[in-house]
C-alpha cells in the first residue's frame, strides 16, 4: 500500500513539514510545562500519542492520490453526516456539549474530521462534470445545501467554533474558482439576514459570550474570566516571556481551558512577544506554502483542497488567536497544531496529508 | 479531466484571487501582530501587575492583643489561641450547597450564615469571619469534611483569657467585634476584636497591635500553592497598671454576694491599687460569641452588672461627709477641738426634730468623739455654725462634685449643693434644713466611691488630691515606651497641720477606739477611717428602708499607704457591713505585718 513513486519524494515540502512541526513542539513544550504544576501532567505525552497517530494519518493520506480521494467525497460526505448525527445518539455530553464519540479508549470528535471531508466534498462539487470557473447559481445551491446540513448539525452540538470555520473556507474557496464578489457578498448579506435567526439558536451561554465580547468587565468573574485572564496571561509576558517556570497565570490554572483553545496565552505568558513573534513567523511559513502550492498547482481539484487546507489552517489560526488576545469573541476554536486534542491533531495532519499529496503530484 | 488546455489567463486570474486572499490573511496577521504588541509591549506591565494580585492572596494573621499586668508584674489578662471559622466567599463554587452542608455540620442557623457573607462582595478573598470560639470538636468536624466545604477555613486567632470569669470586669473591660457604628469611623476592619468597655477600650489603640499577613501563592481554585511571606503581625502593647492583682482579688473576694463598689488607692500618689464593682460581668461570657438573648440579659440585669459603680454610681456621702464638715470648722475656726454637747438623740430645728442614728443619744460628745461615734447632734450643731457656703467650698475642695479624671470613661461627677448659694432642683430657696441635713451627709450631696477614695487620700497625705492613675506605662514588645502616665496632682486642700493631725487621730480613733469602724480593726496596722450609712431612695419594696453602707478609710492612720473605700448598695449600716469588708482587704494588704503580730503575740 505503501508503494510512493520516487519522484514524488522528491516534491515533499520540507518547508511545510518543518514549520508545522516547529508549531508542534512548541506545543508540546507549553503542555510540559502546563504538567510542572499540578494535575495536568501527562498531557504532554497523550499529544505526543495524538502526533504519532496523525503522523500515520498524514502518511495513509499522502500515500493515495488526493484524485482518488475526491472521487470519493461524496461516499466521505455521508459518512461524515452519519458520524455528526452519530453524536447526538452515542455521544457523551462535556461540558454542556455533545461533541464526542467514543471508540474504545478513544474518544473521537467527528466535527474535526468532517472539516477535511468538507474540503474533499468542496473540490468534488466544484469540479464534478464542468470547469469550476463556470459554476452556475444551480452548482452554488448545491453547495450551499451540501454546508448547511453539517452546519447546521454542528451547531446544535454546539460546536459554533467548528462550524464557524466551515465558513471562511467556503468562502476562499469560491473566490478562489471565480465566484463574483457580488455573489459572494450577496450570500454573506444573506447570512447577516439569516442572523437573528441564528441569535435565536444560540444557547444563553453562548450569546453570553457575545456580549462579553462587546464589554469583557461586563461580568469579570464568569463568561469574561477567560478573556481577562487570558489578556493577563499574554500581557504579563511582556516582550521576552516569564519563562517555563515563572509563567505562573497559566500554571496555577487562573486561565481555564489553558491546554485547549487557549494554549497560545500559556505559550505568551511564557515566551513573551519575542516568541509569538517566532511562533506566528511558523504559522505564516505554513500558510504561505499553502497559498504557494495552491498557486502552482494546474489541476482544479488539487488548488481547491489546496487552497481550502490553507484557508482551514488561516481561519483557525486567526480565529483562535484573535479570540485569545481579545480581538474576537470567545468560540470554541481550537490552535491548529498547538491546542491539546487528538481529533484536531490528527485532524490538521490529514489536511496537511492532503496538502503535501497535492504538492508531491503538482506535476504530474 | 485534461488541464494542460488551461490557459495562461484562466492560471493567472486564479493566481491573482488567491493572492488577494493571502493578502487578506496577511493583513489579519499584521492585526494580530499588533494586538499581541499592544498587550504585550505597551500594556505588559500593568497586566504583569494584574497577575501578580491573581495568584498572590493575602490572608490576615491577627496581631495578639497586649497583655494587661498588675504593678508587680503578674497578668491580669492572658491570650490563648482560639479558633474562629471563616468564610472566603470567592471560593465557594456552590455557596448554598457549602453553606447548607455547614449550617447542618456546626449547627449554625442557616440565617446567621447569609448575613455574614451579604456584607461583602461576592468575589472577595478575605476571610468573612462567622463564628469565633470553635471548640476542638467543631474544628475536627470542618477539617474532615474540608474537601466537601470548599471557601470554609478555620483560622487560629488568640483570644482573651481572664483568670476568673468576672476578675476586674469592670477595670479590664471587654473585648468583642467592632459593631457597625464603631465601622464607620473607618478605623477598623470588619472583625476585628476592640476593647468595648474599661482598660481594653481606653488604651484599644495600644493593645490591638497590627495585624500581620500571609502572602500565599494560589490556584485559580482559592488553594494555597505555597506561603511566599509572611509578615509577622506587631502584637499590641502591654500595659502596666498600677493595680494590684492580690489587693484586686482581695476586694473582689471581700465583696463576694454584695452588690456596691471597692476602690484602694495610694494616696502618696493616686496609684488606684483595686477597684471593683459588684456585681461584675463575666468577661468571658462578653468576648467572644454571644448570642443575642445572653446579652440582653446582662444589659437588662436588674442588678446592672454592666455599671462600674466605683464611677457611674452616685451615692450620698452620709456620716463619711462629716470629715469634710470638721476640717471646715475646725479651718475656718467656727470649731474648735474643746466644743462639746450633750447628745440625747434630737435635735429641735424650728418646727423639725432631728434624729441621731442612736436611740438615746450619745451623751457628753466633743469634736473628737463626735466624729469617732458619728454624732449626728453634734454635726448637725455644728453644721449650721460652719454655715453651708464653708461646708460646700471645702468638699469642693476635697474634690467632691467633680470627676475625678480616671483614665476611664464615663465617670460620673457627682453633686455638692449650695455651690451657687442655692438649693437644686426646685424654686424652694436654700433652708437651714437643708445646712442640717447636709452635715451628716445626707439631702443632695452625691459621691461616687472613686470620689470619696480621692478625698481620703488627702487626709491622710495632708490634702494632696492625685489624679486617681489605673496606668502606668504602656510598652511596645520591643521595650520601647508607648506611653506613660506619672502621678497627677489636681488640687490641694490647705488645713494647718494640726487640723491634719486632729482629722487622722479621730479617725483612728473611729476603728481603735470603740468607734462606729471598729470592725474594721486589724492587729498589727493602725486603721482609721470614717463609717457612713447614706439614706437611700428604695427602688424595690425588698430593698426598701435598706441604707447604703459606707466605709472610707487609710492606714497606717499616721503614714498612710493605702485608701480603702467600700460602698455595699443597700447594705445597712457602714460600720456593720462596710467596715469588717475593709478588714478583710487590709488583711490582704499588710499580710505579713499582720502574720508577724500574730507571732509575736503567741510567743
Same mark, same amino acid.
Given at each position: 500500500m505503501l508503494r510512493v513513486d520516487r519522484r514524488l519524494l522528491k516534491n515533499v515540502d520540507w518547508p511545510l513539514l518543518g514549520a508545522a512541526f516547529a508549531i508542534i513542539l512548541l506545543g508540546l513544550m507549553c503542555l510540559s510545562s502546563l504538567g510542572l %504544576?499540578?494535575?495536568? &501532567?501527562?498531557?504532554?505525552?497523550?499529544?505526543?500519542?495524538?502526533?504519532?497517530?496523525?503522523?500515520?494519518?498524514?502518511?495513509?493520506?499522502?500515500?493515495?492520490?488526493?484524485?482518488?480521494?475526491?472521487?470519493a467525497a461524496p461516499a466521505l460526505y455521508l459518512l461524515g453526516l452519519a458520524l455528526l448525527v452519530t453524536v447526538f445518539v452515542l455521544g457523551r455530553t462535556v461540558s454542556g456539549a455533545r461533541r464526542w464519540i467514543h471508540l474504545g479508549p478513544l474518544t473521537f470528535q467527528p466535527a474535526e474530521l468532517f472539516k477535511v471531508i468538507f474540503i474533499l466534498t468542496l473540490a468534488w462539487a466544484l469540479t464534478w462534470r464542468r470547469a469550476p470557473q463556470q459554476t452556475s447559481r444551480g452548482t452554488l445551491g448545491w453547495i450551499i445545501a451540501l454546508i448547511a446540513v453539517p452546519f447546521a448539525l454542528v451547531v446544535r452540538q454546539p460546536d459554533l467554533g467548528t462550524a464557524l470555520v466551515l465558513l471562511p473556507v467556503l468562502g476562499a474557496v469560491l473566490l478562489g474558482v471565480g465566484v463574483r464578489l457580488r455573489i459572494l457578498g450577496a450570500l454573506a448579506a444573506a447570512g447577516v439576514a439569516l442572523m437573528p435567526l441564528a441569535w435565536l439558536a444560540l444557547k444563553p451561554y453562548q450569546r453570553d459570550r457575545l456580549f462579553v465580547y462587546l464589554d469583557p468587565f461586563r461580568d469579570p468573574l464568569g463568561t469574561a474570566y477567560n478573556v481577562i485572564q487570558a489578556k493577563i496571561a499574554i500581557g504579563s509576558g511582556q516582550l521576552l516571556g516569564k519563562g517555563i517556570s515563572g509563567a505562573t497565570q497559566s500554571r496555577l490554572a487562573f486561565l481555564p481551558e489553558r491546554h485547549t483553545d487557549f494554549i497560545f496565552a500559556v505559550f505568551a505568558e511564557t515566551w513573551g512577544f519575542v516568541g509569538c513573534l517566532v511562533l506566528i513567523l511558523a504559522y505564516g511559513v505554513l500558510i504561505v506554502r499553502g497559498f504557494e502550492i495552491a498557486v502552482g498547482t494546474r489541476e482544479a481539484r488539487g488548488r481547491i483542497i489546496a487552497l481550502g487546507v490553507t484557508a482551514?489552517?488561516?481561519?483557525?489560526?486567526? +480565529?483562535?488567536?484573535?479570540?485569545?488576545?481579545?480581538?474576537?469573541?470567545?468560540?470554541?476554536?481550537?490552535?491548529?497544531?498547538?491546542?491539546?486534542?487528538?481529533?484536531?491533531?490528527?485532524?490538521?495532519?490529514?489536511?496537511?496529508?492532503?496538502?503535501?499529496?497535492?504538492?508531491?503530484?503538482?506535476?504530474? | 479531466m485534461d488541464l494542460a488546455g488551461e490557459s495562461t489567463a484562466r492560471r493567472e486570474a486564479w493566481r491573482r484571487r488567491v493572492l488577494s486572499l493571502a493578502a487578506v490573511v496577511a493583513v489579519a496577521f499584521v492585526g494580530l501582530l499588533g494586538?499581541?504588541?499592544?498587550?504585550?509591549?505597551?500594556?505588559?506591565?500593568?497586566?504583569?501587575? @494584574?497577575?501578580?494580585?491573581?495568584?498572590?492572596? +493575602?490572608?490576615?494573621? *491577627?496581631?495578639?492583643?497586649?497583655?494587661?499586668?498588675?504593678?508587680?508584674?503578674? *497578668?491580669?489578662?492572658?491570650?490563648?489561641?482560639?479558633? $474562629?471559622?471563616?468564610? +472566603?466567599?470567592?471560593?465557594?463554587?456552590?455557596?448554598?450547597?457549602?453553606?447548607?452542608?455547614?449550617?447542618?455540620?456546626?449547627? +449554625?442557623?442557616?440565617?446567621?450564615?447569609?448575613?455574614?457573607?451579604?456584607?461583602?462582595?461576592?468575589? &472577595?478573598?478575605?476571610?468573612?469571619?462567622?463564628?469565633?470560639?470553635?471548640?476542638?470538636?467543631?474544628?475536627?468536624?470542618?477539617?474532615?469534611?474540608?474537601?466537601?466545604?470548599?471557601?470554609v477555613v478555620v483560622e487560629v486567632e488568640p483570644q482573651r483569657v481572664y483568670p476568673t470569669s468576672t476578675f476586674a470586669a469592670h477595670l479590664l473591660g471587654y473585648v468583642r467585634e467592632v459593631s457597625g457604628e464603631q465601622m464607620k469611623q473607618g478605623r477598623y476592619r470588619r472583625g476585628d476584636m476592640i476593647g468595648q468597655s474599661g482598660l481594653e477600650r481606653m488604651l484599644d489603640e495600644y493593645l490591638r497591635g497590627r495585624d500581620g499577613g500571609e502572602r500565599i501563592e494560589v490556584d485559580a481554585l482559592g488553594r494555597p500553592v505555597q506561603v511566599m511571606r509572611r509578615e509577622e503581625p506587631d502584637p499590641g502593647a502591654q500595659v502596666i497598671t498600677t493595680v494590684d492583682r492580690r489587693i484586686q482579688e482581695a476586694a473582689e473576694r471581700a465583696m463576694t454576694g454584695r452588690s456596691g463598689a471597692v476602690v484602694v488607692m495610694d494616696p502618696r500618689n493616686g496609684d488606684v491599687l483595686a477597684m471593683t464593682s459588684s456585681p461584675a460581668f463575666a468577661l468571658d461570657r462578653l468576648t467572644g460569641n454571644l448570642e443575642k438573648e445572653d446579652w440582653l440579659k446582662v444589659v437588662r440585669d436588674p442588678l446592672t452588672p454592666l455599671m462600674n459603680r466605683a464611677l457611674q454610681s452616685q451615692y450620698a456621702p452620709g456620716s463619711v461627709f462629716k470629715v469634710i464638715v470638721a476640717a471646715a470648722g475646725l479651718q475656718e475656726g467656727s470649731l474648735t477641738p474643746m466644743d462639746r454637747t450633750y447628745c440625747n438623740g434630737e435635735f429641735h430645728l424650728g418646727q423639725w426634730t432631728f434624729k441621731d442614728w442612736k436611740e438615746g443619744g450619745h451623751g457628753h460628745v466633743d469634736t473628737r468623739s463626735a466624729l469617732v461615734h458619728s454624732c449626728n447632734i453634734f454635726f448637725y450643731?455644728?453644721?449650721?455654725?460652719?454655715?453651708?457656703?464653708?461646708?460646700?467650698?471645702?468638699a469642693q475642695a476635697f474634690g467632691l462634685g467633680a470627676p475625678t479624671g480616671v483614665d476611664l470613661g464615663g465617670e460620673k461627677p457627682g453633686l455638692v449643693p449650695f455651690l451657687d448659694?442655692?438649693?437644686?432642683?426646685?424654686?424652694?430657696?436654700?433652708? *437651714?434644713?437643708?445646712?442640717?441635713?447636709?452635715?451628716?451627709?445626707?439631702?443632695? @450631696?452625691?459621691? $461616687?466611691?472613686?470620689?470619696?477614695?480621692?478625698?481620703?487620700?488627702?487626709?491622710?497625705?495632708?490634702?494632696?488630691?492625685?489624679?486617681?492613675?489605673?496606668?502606668?506605662?504602656?510598652?511596645?514588645?520591643? %521595650?520601647?515606651?508607648?506611653?506613660?502616665?506619672?502621678?497627677?496632682?489636681?488640687?490641694?486642700?490647705?488645713?494647718?497641720?494640726?487640723?491634719?493631725?486632729?482629722?487622722?487621730?479621730? @479617725? &483612728?480613733?473611729v476603728v481603735n477606739e470603740g468607734g462606729t469602724g471598729a470592725a474594721a480593726r486589724i492587729p498589727g496596722v493602725e486603721v482609721a477611717g470614717k463609717t457612713g450609712t447614706a439614706q437611700s431612695v428604695a427602688k424595690s419594696d425588698s430593698a426598701k428602708g435598706q441604707d447604703h453602707a459606707w466605709f472610707a478609710s487609710f492606714a497606717p492612720a499616721h503614714d498612710a499607704e493605702v485608701v480603702v473605700v467600700v460602698l455595699v448598695e443597700r447594705g445597712g449600716k457602714g460600720g456593720q457591713v462596710a467596715a469588717p469588708i475593709a478588714r478583710q482587704i487590709y488583711q490582704a494588704i499588710f499580710l505579713e505585718k499582720v502574720a508577724m503580730v500574730s507571732l509575736g503575740g503567741d510567743g
Amino acid at each position: 500500500m505503501l508503494r510512493v513513486d520516487r519522484r514524488l519524494l522528491k516534491n515533499v515540502d520540507w518547508p511545510l513539514l518543518g514549520a508545522a512541526f516547529a508549531i508542534i513542539l512548541l506545543g508540546l513544550m507549553c503542555l510540559s510545562s502546563l504538567g510542572l %504544576g499540578r494535575g495536568g &501532567s501527562g498531557l504532554a505525552w497523550r499529544q505526543l500519542m495524538w502526533v504519532g497517530l496523525g503522523v500515520m494519518a498524514l502518511l495513509a493520506v499522502v500515500t493515495f492520490d488526493y484524485r482518488s480521494l475526491v472521487r470519493a467525497a461524496p461516499a466521505l460526505y455521508l459518512l461524515g453526516l452519519a458520524l455528526l448525527v452519530t453524536v447526538f445518539v452515542l455521544g457523551r455530553t462535556v461540558s454542556g456539549a455533545r461533541r464526542w464519540i467514543h471508540l474504545g479508549p478513544l474518544t473521537f470528535q467527528p466535527a474535526e474530521l468532517f472539516k477535511v471531508i468538507f474540503i474533499l466534498t468542496l473540490a468534488w462539487a466544484l469540479t464534478w462534470r464542468r470547469a469550476p470557473q463556470q459554476t452556475s447559481r444551480g452548482t452554488l445551491g448545491w453547495i450551499i445545501a451540501l454546508i448547511a446540513v453539517p452546519f447546521a448539525l454542528v451547531v446544535r452540538q454546539p460546536d459554533l467554533g467548528t462550524a464557524l470555520v466551515l465558513l471562511p473556507v467556503l468562502g476562499a474557496v469560491l473566490l478562489g474558482v471565480g465566484v463574483r464578489l457580488r455573489i459572494l457578498g450577496a450570500l454573506a448579506a444573506a447570512g447577516v439576514a439569516l442572523m437573528p435567526l441564528a441569535w435565536l439558536a444560540l444557547k444563553p451561554y453562548q450569546r453570553d459570550r457575545l456580549f462579553v465580547y462587546l464589554d469583557p468587565f461586563r461580568d469579570p468573574l464568569g463568561t469574561a474570566y477567560n478573556v481577562i485572564q487570558a489578556k493577563i496571561a499574554i500581557g504579563s509576558g511582556q516582550l521576552l516571556g516569564k519563562g517555563i517556570s515563572g509563567a505562573t497565570q497559566s500554571r496555577l490554572a487562573f486561565l481555564p481551558e489553558r491546554h485547549t483553545d487557549f494554549i497560545f496565552a500559556v505559550f505568551a505568558e511564557t515566551w513573551g512577544f519575542v516568541g509569538c513573534l517566532v511562533l506566528i513567523l511558523a504559522y505564516g511559513v505554513l500558510i504561505v506554502r499553502g497559498f504557494e502550492i495552491a498557486v502552482g498547482t494546474r489541476e482544479a481539484r488539487g488548488r481547491i483542497i489546496a487552497l481550502g487546507v490553507t484557508a482551514l489552517f488561516a481561519a483557525q489560526t486567526l +480565529i483562535n488567536l484573535g479570540m485569545v488576545t481579545g480581538l474576537l469573541p470567545v468560540v470554541g476554536i481550537p490552535l491548529p497544531l498547538m491546542s491539546y486534542g487528538g481529533s484536531s491533531m490528527v485532524a490538521s495532519f490529514m489536511a496537511l496529508g492532503l496538502l503535501l499529496s497535492v504538492r508531491m503530484r503538482q506535476f504530474q | 479531466m485534461d488541464l494542460a488546455g488551461e490557459s495562461t489567463a484562466r492560471r493567472e486570474a486564479w493566481r491573482r484571487r488567491v493572492l488577494s486572499l493571502a493578502a487578506v490573511v496577511a493583513v489579519a496577521f499584521v492585526g494580530l501582530l499588533g494586538q499581541l504588541w499592544y498587550l504585550q509591549v505597551l500594556e505588559g506591565g500593568k497586566l504583569q501587575e @494584574l497577575s501578580e494580585k491573581n495568584r498572590i492572596r +493575602i490572608r490576615p494573621v *491577627a496581631a495578639p492583643r497586649g497583655i494587661l499586668f498588675d504593678r508587680n508584674g503578674l *497578668a491580669l489578662v492572658d491570650n490563648r489561641p482560639a479558633f $474562629t471559622l471563616s468564610l +472566603i466567599p470567592r471560593e465557594m463554587d456552590d455557596r448554598d450547597t457549602v453553606l447548607a452542608r455547614l449550617s447542618v455540620l456546626l449547627k +449554625i442557623p442557616m440565617r446567621e450564615l447569609e448575613e455574614a457573607l451579604e456584607r461583602v462582595p461576592p468575589d &472577595s478573598f478575605r476571610p468573612v469571619r462567622v463564628r469565633r470560639g470553635l471548640t476542638l470538636e467543631e474544628v475536627t468536624k470542618v477539617e474532615e469534611r474540608k474537601l466537601e466545604l470548599p471557601g470554609v477555613v478555620v483560622e487560629v486567632e488568640p483570644q482573651r483569657v481572664y483568670p476568673t470569669s468576672t476578675f476586674a470586669a469592670h477595670l479590664l473591660g471587654y473585648v468583642r467585634e467592632v459593631s457597625g457604628e464603631q465601622m464607620k469611623q473607618g478605623r477598623y476592619r470588619r472583625g476585628d476584636m476592640i476593647g468595648q468597655s474599661g482598660l481594653e477600650r481606653m488604651l484599644d489603640e495600644y493593645l490591638r497591635g497590627r495585624d500581620g499577613g500571609e502572602r500565599i501563592e494560589v490556584d485559580a481554585l482559592g488553594r494555597p500553592v505555597q506561603v511566599m511571606r509572611r509578615e509577622e503581625p506587631d502584637p499590641g502593647a502591654q500595659v502596666i497598671t498600677t493595680v494590684d492583682r492580690r489587693i484586686q482579688e482581695a476586694a473582689e473576694r471581700a465583696m463576694t454576694g454584695r452588690s456596691g463598689a471597692v476602690v484602694v488607692m495610694d494616696p502618696r500618689n493616686g496609684d488606684v491599687l483595686a477597684m471593683t464593682s459588684s456585681p461584675a460581668f463575666a468577661l468571658d461570657r462578653l468576648t467572644g460569641n454571644l448570642e443575642k438573648e445572653d446579652w440582653l440579659k446582662v444589659v437588662r440585669d436588674p442588678l446592672t452588672p454592666l455599671m462600674n459603680r466605683a464611677l457611674q454610681s452616685q451615692y450620698a456621702p452620709g456620716s463619711v461627709f462629716k470629715v469634710i464638715v470638721a476640717a471646715a470648722g475646725l479651718q475656718e475656726g467656727s470649731l474648735t477641738p474643746m466644743d462639746r454637747t450633750y447628745c440625747n438623740g434630737e435635735f429641735h430645728l424650728g418646727q423639725w426634730t432631728f434624729k441621731d442614728w442612736k436611740e438615746g443619744g450619745h451623751g457628753h460628745v466633743d469634736t473628737r468623739s463626735a466624729l469617732v461615734h458619728s454624732c449626728n447632734i453634734f454635726f448637725y450643731q455644728s453644721g449650721l455654725k460652719v454655715g453651708p457656703a464653708a461646708i460646700a467650698r471645702y468638699a469642693q475642695a476635697f474634690g467632691l462634685g467633680a470627676p475625678t479624671g480616671v483614665d476611664l470613661g464615663g465617670e460620673k461627677p457627682g453633686l455638692v449643693p449650695f455651690l451657687d448659694g442655692r438649693r437644686r432642683g426646685d424654686g424652694r430657696g436654700w433652708q *437651714a434644713g437643708d445646712t442640717v441635713n447636709m452635715s451628716i451627709g445626707q439631702g443632695q @450631696l452625691l459621691v $461616687t466611691p472613686m470620689q470619696v477614695a480621692r478625698m481620703m487620700s488627702a487626709v491622710a497625705n495632708g490634702g494632696v488630691l492625685w489624679r486617681p492613675r489605673l496606668v502606668q506605662r504602656v510598652e511596645r514588645v520591643d %521595650g520601647t515606651l508607648a506611653y506613660s502616665s506619672s502621678s497627677k496632682m489636681t488640687g490641694r486642700v490647705d488645713l494647718s497641720p494640726v487640723v491634719w493631725a486632729f482629722l487622722r487621730q479621730a @479617725l &483612728s480613733g473611729v476603728v481603735n477606739e470603740g468607734g462606729t469602724g471598729a470592725a474594721a480593726r486589724i492587729p498589727g496596722v493602725e486603721v482609721a477611717g470614717k463609717t457612713g450609712t447614706a439614706q437611700s431612695v428604695a427602688k424595690s419594696d425588698s430593698a426598701k428602708g435598706q441604707d447604703h453602707a459606707w466605709f472610707a478609710s487609710f492606714a497606717p492612720a499616721h503614714d498612710a499607704e493605702v485608701v480603702v473605700v467600700v460602698l455595699v448598695e443597700r447594705g445597712g449600716k457602714g460600720g456593720q457591713v462596710a467596715a469588717p469588708i475593709a478588714r478583710q482587704i487590709y488583711q490582704a494588704i499588710f499580710l505579713e505585718k499582720v502574720a508577724m503580730v500574730s507571732l509575736g503575740g503567741d510567743g
